[in-house]
T-cell receptor, first 110, second 111 residues
Framework: AQSVTQLDSQVPVFEEAPVELRCNYS??????LFWYVQYPNQGLQLLLK??????LVKGINGFEAEFNKSQTSFHLRKPSVHISDTAEYFC????????FGAGTILRVKS | DVKVTQSSRYLVKRTGEKVFLECVQD?????MFWYRQDPGLGLRLIYF???????EKGDIPEGYSVSREKKERFSLILESASTNQTSMYLC??????????FGQGTRLTVV
């Protein structure tokens, strides 16, 4: 069975600092990988996705993620965060259906 | 821009009531999804539909049903609401078989 683990429930970081939100998955077959963002009191937005090809995927708002097959990871990164990046971030994995992680709350402090 | 509209942001219903949550998308997407979101559990798929009048059970379909009579509209029905169905409900649509565009959510409280 596929599963997704987001290793941190909350990540506090200062503005303009780099950030990495970690995501590991378990699957014995090829997967599609996704990151979604949910701003306060809003629905989710698709941030980026890996379907095939280059393992480094760039998304909206300066975020990127790297697919590491050997580590079964898909960590999300941003080199310099803004206050407006404060949100909850969800990693998701799809084989025959989409399975979401529990979410990581990113809190950007000034 | 794609728009997915959920009819209510907040709802309060009584135990045993039949509850309808409506979702409309304006981009002619074949695929539509209903999720519930609970703290610490992420999103869990209730039902999805890949065409009009077609539906598939997700991970937690018990206590729910769906209706898709028109391509743009996907309704979630709680046949007899219970307190453990208090949650945030999110509708999504997509051209692909993964959810790409979400509505703003309906926070349902069952008392």
């Amino acid at each position: 069975a596929q599963s997704v683990t987001q290793l941190d429930s909350q990540v506090p970081v200062f503005e303009e600092a780099p950030v990495e939100l970690r995501c590991n998955y378990s699957s014995s077959v090829s997967v599609y990988l996704f990151w979604y963002v949910q701003y306060p009191n809003q629905g989710l937005q698709l941030l980026l996705k890996y379907l095939s090809g280059s393992t480094l995927v760039k998304g909206i708002n300066g975020f990127e993620a790297e697919f590491n097959k050997s580590q079964t990871s898909f960590h999300l990164r941003k080199p310099s965060v803004h206050i407006s990046d404060t949100a909850e971030y969800f990693c998701a994995v799809r084989i025959n259906k989409l399975v979401f992680g529990a979410g990581t709350i990113l809190r950007v402090k000034s | 821009d794609v728009k997915v509209t959920q009819s209510s942001r907040y709802l309060v219903k009584r135990t045993g009531e039949k509850v309808f949550l409506e979702c409309v998308q304006d981009m002619d997407h074949e695929n539509m999804f209903w999720y519930r979101q609970d703290p610490g559990l992420g999103l869990r798929l209730i039902y999805f539909s890949y065409d009009v009048k077609m539906k598939e059970k997700g991970d937690i379909p018990e206590g729910y049903s769906v209706s898709r009579e028109k391509k743009e509209r996907f309704s979630l029905i709680l046949e007899s609401a219970s307190t453990n169905q208090t949650s945030m409900y999110l509708c999504a649509s997509s051209l692909a078989r993964y959810a790409a565009f979400f509505g703003q959510g309906t926070r349902l409280t069952v008392v």
